[in-house]
């Protein structure tokens, strides 16, 4: 499969634990982006990359978010202290300039904060 | 920053009408208008997405149209078919700034 992949697909976790997803990106896509995607409602964005530079973050990820890109390949997006409104869909994306910018979506993590 | 209002929430056609979905959105410098389309537990899929340069892209039964003044675009799909059963999403971003802004998205249900 040559599309963005992430894992883990599903993930429980008691409130306070830390938690961290990972996702890889289609290989020769320098851009990668977080969304969280809460039910019934549109993606939001979260942050993006080119190549190993975090260049942007929304005001919706609090100081207990942090994400990482360090090769400029896969990523990762950690949440500390987790809370019952973390319990999302955390979905990955990625897109190259020579494909106009196109983002493709991975199949996301499924955060259930208890 | 930008935001992106979408219509309607819910919209239900009879099998082989056409649907019509419609977006505004509010940062004039926006230049790049994907829309995706979200099957119940799957990733979003981009269907077709269209630039401030043109005015209308068609790809064979989607098209979407873009009114720069009226800062509006609206997806239009005819001859519809069980599986274009879906939450539909439009976006916005523009060059220099990729983020995608999603509107809140549409429902869409073909009746057989």
């Known amino acids: 499969d040559t599309g963005v992949s992430q894992d883990p697909r599903h993930k429980i976790t008691k409130r306070g634990q830390n938690v961290t997803f990972r996702c890889d990106p289609i290989?020769?896509?320098?851009?990668l982006y977080w969304y969280r995607q809460t039910l019934g409602q549109g993606p939001e964005f979260l942050t993006y990359f080119q190549n190993e530079a975090q260049l942007e973050k929304s005001r919706l990820l609090s100081d207990r978010f942090s994400a990482e890109r360090p090769k400029g390949s896969f990523s990762t997006l950690e949440i500390q202290r987790t809370e019952q409104g973390d319990s999302a869909m955390y979905l990955c994306?990625?897109?190259?300039?020579?494909?106009?910018?196109?983002?493709?979506f991975g199949p996301g993590t499924r955060l259930t904060v208890l | 920053g930008e935001n992106v209002e979408q219509h309607p929430s819910t919209l239900s056609v009879q099998e082989g009408d056409s649907a019509v979905i419609k977006c505004t959105y509010s940062d004039s410098a926006s230049n790049y208008f994907p829309w995706y389309k979200q099957e119940l537990g799957k990733r979003p899929q981009l269907i077709i997405d269209?630039?401030?340069?043109?005015g209308e892209k068609k790809d064979q039964r989607i098209a979407v149209t873009l009114n720069k003044t009226a800062k509006h675009f609206s997806l239009h799909i005819t001859e519809t078919q069980p599986e274009d059963s879906a939450v539909y999403f439009c976006?916005?971003?523009?060059?220099?700034?990729?983020?995608?802004?999603f509107g809140t998205g549409t429902r869409l249900t073909i009746i057989p």
């Open positions: 976006a916005a971003s523009y060059f220099g700034n990729e983020k995608l802004t």
């Open positions: 269209i630039r401030s340069n043109v």
């Open positions: 290989s020769e896509h320098n851009r």
């Open positions: 994306a990625s897109s190259s300039p020579r494909g106009g910018n196109e983002q493709f």
